[in-house]
């Protein structure tokens, strides 16, 4: 059974800076793209970051300049480096891992909470 454990969230000041991370753990034969998403009250679900297992990066427009995404391929975790936060950014993270356990397949984790207020 493979499980994605996300940590870091928190509340933060504007201007501040939160440290993400996602750990994969199971029957794992390998993981090719790691990455972030968010939803905020009221709002879809978006894509925030993703790396592949090569290293190449996406990122939100929104977030581009700000957020650095990167990931331990021997820890099979992927963190993401929130710096100058924004009100905007208040969401729940969520961390999603496209990967190998038998089949190829989707995995989410159950979320963290970043609040971004003064």
């Known amino acids: 059974q493979v499980q994605l454990v996300e940590s870091g969230g928190g509340l933060v000041q504007p201007g501040g800076s939160l440290r993400l991370s996602c750990a994969a753990s199971?029957?794992?034969?390998?993981?090719?793209?790691m990455g972030w998403f968010r939803q905020a009250p009221g709002k879809e679900r978006e894509l925030v970051a993703t790396i592949t297992r090569g290293g190449r990066t996406n990122y939100a427009d929104s977030v581009k300049g700000r957020f650095t995404i990167s990931r331990d391929n021997a820890k099979n975790t992927v963190y993401l480096q929130m710096n100058s936060l924004k009100p905007e950014d208040t969401a729940v993270y969520y961390c999603n891992a496209i990967l190998w356990a038998g089949v190829r397949s989707d995995y989410w984790g159950q979320g963290t909470q970043v609040t971004v207020s003064p």
């Open positions: 199971g029957s794992i034969f390998s993981i090719d793209a």
